[in-house]
């Protein structure tokens, strides 16, 4: 029987308990789901989630892989003790959830909602541009930018999407490298950061590339704290250079309530909800993975441990 150890922290067991128990049945794989192991070198898989029960994976030497149930990993790749396959969190209910959190918060700022919400006095009737007459930078092409991207592209957004690789996707402008990033910055009426936390992508973001926005460009950051220089983000809002900043995810969370950020005119904050796992549409990735690796087939959403992502 495949032993499956549950280490994602107390709160999450009753949450996922069931769910990863059927989800294991239905993909036709006959486990044991434990959340805390007897002797941790009969542990086959590890569900894992920053912050949760296990640190140190050398006793479980006999693991095929860790599981994790986040898609951003940078609070394990980096473990010295991990030697097995590490794969991230790849949600079809996430990917739904960011969609559905950049769209709106675009369209917040594409059509200057907040003007209409805090009540605007008389009757001035200036019509918001038409979503093609904005252009919407997706830095990110992965799972969740490129969701997010095409969204935007079927509301007739012009998107200008930047990855760190060249790729081609359908209907969509797509940029790389430094020169393909200044590209994007230069035309882009709102930025959306949709990376993962690297060394690469730490303060991509900063007081350079932050200036070649357009005035009056609005940045929405769902994807990680690191990728933009927190001082020279507020020091670009307070020059009225930029015109807003929607943050979701910080460098400390939870954000510090005397963090600049909370109580700043030009910065909407929400508490790193942009995209949750979903436990139920969560547990059939983590129990399709599982029934791969018992079948000798190739696990899906491998974290490349060299690239950091
Ligand atoms: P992903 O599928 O791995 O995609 C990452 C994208 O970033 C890829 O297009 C990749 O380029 C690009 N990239 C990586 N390093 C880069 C660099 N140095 N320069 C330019 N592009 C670079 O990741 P995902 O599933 O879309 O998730 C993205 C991030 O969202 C996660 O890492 C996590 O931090 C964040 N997230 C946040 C929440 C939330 O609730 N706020 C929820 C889930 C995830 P290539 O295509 O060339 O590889
Ligand atoms: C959440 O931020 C995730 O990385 O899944």
Not at 26 to 40: C, D, K, M, N, Q
Not at 104 to 116: P, Q, S, Y
Not at 149 to 163: C, E, K, Q, Y
Request: negative net charge.
């Amino acid at each position: 029987m495949t032993l499956v150890l549950f280490a994602a922290g107390a709160r999450r067991w009753p949450l996922y308990r069931d769910h990863l128990t059927d989800a294991l049945a239905e993909a036709g794989v006959t486990a044991r789901l434990v959340s805390e192991a007897p002797e941790p070198e009969a542990v086959d898989y590890i569900v894992f989630a920053p912050g949760g029960d296990v640190v140190d994976f050398t006793p479980y030497r006999n693991a095929k892989a860790v599981l994790g149930l986040w898609a951003g990993v940078e609070r394990i790749v980096g473990n010295a003790t991990l030697t097995q396959p590490l794969c991230r969190m790849v949600d079809p209910a996430m990917t739904e959830g960011m969609v559905e959190w950049v769209t709106g918060h675009v369209l917040r700022h594409h059509l200057g909602l907040d003007r209409w919400i805090r009540g605007e006095p008389g009757w001035q009737q200036v019509a918001p541009p038409l979503a093609r007459e904005r252009t919407v930078a997706m830095l990110g092409l992965g799972e969740l930018g490129a969701a997010a991207a095409r969204a935007l592209a079927g509301l007739n957004f012009r998107v200008l999407g930047w990855s760190r690789s060249e790729k081609r996707l359908a209907d969509l402008e797509t940029h790389h490298g430094e020169a393909g990033l200044e590209r994007v910055l230069r035309e882009a009426g709102i930025v959306v950061t949709l990376l993962p936390a690297t060394p690469e992508t730490e303060n991509l973001l900063d007081a350079r590339r932050l200036a070649w926005l357009p005035p009056g460009a609005v940045v929405l950051n769902p994807g990680r704290g690191t990728l933009i220089d927190d001082e020279a983000l507020i020091a670009a809002l307070d020059a009225g250079h930029l015109g807003h900043a929607t943050l979701d995810v910080f460098r400390i969370e939870p954000l510090p309530d005397d963090h600049p950020f909370r109580h700043h005119p030009k910065v909407t904050v929400t508490p790193h909800i942009a995209a949750e796992t979903r436990p139920a549409s969560a547990s059939r990735v983590i129990a399709e993975n599982i029934r791969r690796g018992e079948a000798g087939e190739p696990f899906l959403h491998l974290v490349d441990r060299s690239r950091g992502y």
